[in-house]
């Protein structure tokens, strides 16, 4: 029998608010030492009152516009309760019943192919304490509670089971990030915990409309551990549904380095969390005015200046989608393009989505800490170095990887070092001939009429010149001297 993958994904967003949720402790928690930002409310003290975050509201109707989601005129806050150590209060505000925004949608893109994922809802909750587990100098097991975290600002982005296959679900939630990222409301950072995702995956007969018993999985820390986590469960509720066995609803944890999901906990029954109206917080009437207002500030999204880089800079659309998938990348393009008038779009293209990303990958740093390094002016001056033929490509990708290093501009670096493009035709004329003396078979080759030799000689001539000579220059010198010699 055939078996269909159904996904559907929550995303939880850290908000970049100034202040915590419900109160006004610095949620610029990440480099602070443990339980310094903290106050009566995020410890959770009896008899404290909750403030509502006017920004976190904003940003959370910004991204509901952006993932065209119609924003409710009515909100509210519900008291969620379940006990667990890293809960201050005993419960967490959320909301259930009445969220901010509903029935939305975005696209992905797989295999040329686009698709409509549907948004169920987005919504406005507070984030928990961080809990730090610790094993004793006597092997006793305890854990620390850092209260930093509790109470920042936390978006939850749900999804419709719209998605089909794990690269599905990829590329949903690398889309989502963008857009997060380009609204400027998130970091999406996902090793730092900013950008979380539990994905919930069943299986059911090919053509069947009711779903099959769903399984959340969690500890999904990066855009590869989602893939393969939701690569594994599919394979493992095929393989038990083709054996006939009982498939349960249950929340399973991912184990990176065993590259499989394990049992957390049975989920056959949903939980009782007991949501009641949040009775410290008033309902929120959202005015229409105050939605157009933040529908005015809505920047240029993914898609758009995609399209835009095509039409105004003629990229090839593969290109536009890589650079505009991170704002910063995208910023940094634009940037180099407009150093000078004479900026070549594509070749600047090449360099970043070659070499530079190279480097970011290796050094595992983002295109931020490139650009500290890099500046758009100086990535533009090594490109017009290869452009003008006074480095070849090759010469070039050491000389980006020593201003990575330094910080140096490539015209300093090549001036220190000595190192140039032989474009001289003089200087060239003398290796050439050296070449041509010491490859008796491959120049017998070439008068015979096989091309192919020709660039074994124009390789020998690279050689020589450890690739500095230009190589429109070695071929036209080669043909020259190779038609000299065969006349005499």
């Not at 850290?14 to 995020?42: E, F, I, R, W």
């Not at 979380?196 to 059911?204: E, G, L, T």
């Not at 474009?423 to 050439?432: A, M, N, Q, R």
């Amino acid at each position: 029998m055939e078996y269909e993958t159904v996904i559907g994904l929550e995303v939880h967003a850290q908000l970049l608010t100034k202040s915590k949720m419900y109160c006004g402790c610095s949620a610029d928690y990440a480099s602070a030492p443990p339980n310094t930002h903290v106050c009566p409310v995020c410890l959770g003290m009896p008899g404290v009152l909750p403030v509502i975050n006017k920004q976190a509201i904003e940003f959370t109707i910004m991204t509901a516009l952006a993932l065209n989601c119609p924003v409710n005129d009515f909100t509210r806050f519900d008291r969620k309760n379940y006990p667990y150590p890293d809960l201050m209060k005993g419960y967490q505000i959320s909301q259930s019943y009445a969220p901010i925004a509903r029935q939305g949608f975005t696209t992905v893109e797989v295999d040329g192919a686009t698709k409509q994922v549907g948004i169920n809802h987005v919504h406005l909750e507070e984030d928990v304490a961080k809990l730090l587990h610790r094993a004793g100098p006597a092997g006793e097991d305890y854990s620390l509670v850092d209260v930093n975290r509790s109470g920042v600002p936390l978006m939850e982005i749900v999804s419709e089971p719209d998605l089909r296959s794990p690269e599905e679900a990829r590329q949903y939630l690398v889309k989502l990030r963008s857009i997060l990222q380009y609204l400027g409301v998130s970091t999406g950072n996902m090793e730092e915990g900013s950008f979380r995702c539990d994905a919930n995956i069943s299986v059911r007969p090919a053509g069947a409309k009711e779903l099959g018993p769903k399984v959340e999985v969690k500890n999904l820390n990066s855009f590869k551990a989602v893939f393969l986590a939701m690569e594994y469960e599919a394979q493992r509720q095929r393989k038990a549904a083709a054996e006939g066995k009982r498939l349960v609803q249950e929340t399973r944890g991912w184990v990176e380095a065993q590259g499989r999901t394990v049992t957390q906990r049975s989920k056959e029954y949903a939980h009782d969390y007991r949501y009641f109206p949040e009775p410290d917080l008033p309902p929120l009437v959202i005015g229409r005015e105050w939605v157009e207002a933040v529908r005015k500030k809505l920047p240029e999204l993914p898609e758009a200046r995609r399209d835009r880089f095509i039409k105004e800079y003629g990229l090839p659309k593969y290109d536009a989608d890589l650079l505009t998938e991170s704002k910063a990348k995208a910023d940094y393009f634009e940037e180099t393009v407009k150093s000078y008038r004479d900026a070549r779009p594509k070749e600047i293209s090449n360099w970043l989505l070659g070499e530079v990303t190279r480097i970011t990958n290796t050094n595992n740093i983002d295109i931020s800490d490139f650009k500290s390094k890099v500046s758009p002016v100086n990535l533009f001056g090594l490109t017009d170095l290869v452009v003008k033929g006074t480095l070849t490509g090759t010469m070039a990708k050491p000389v980006l990887e020593e201003m990575f290093q330094t910080g140096r501009s490539a015209a300093e670096i090549i001036k220190e070092r000595g190192i140039s493009q032989i474009s001289d035709t003089s200087e060239l004329e003398k290796i050439v001939a050296e070449v041509i003396n010491s490859n008796i078979q491959p120049v017998a080759d070439y008068r015979a009429g096989k091309e192919t030799a020709l660039k074994f000689l124009v390789g020998q001539v690279m050689k020589a010149t450890k690739g500095r000579a230009n190589p429109q220059v070695v071929n036209e010198v080669l043909r020259e001297k190779l038609a000299e010699a065969h006349s005499g």
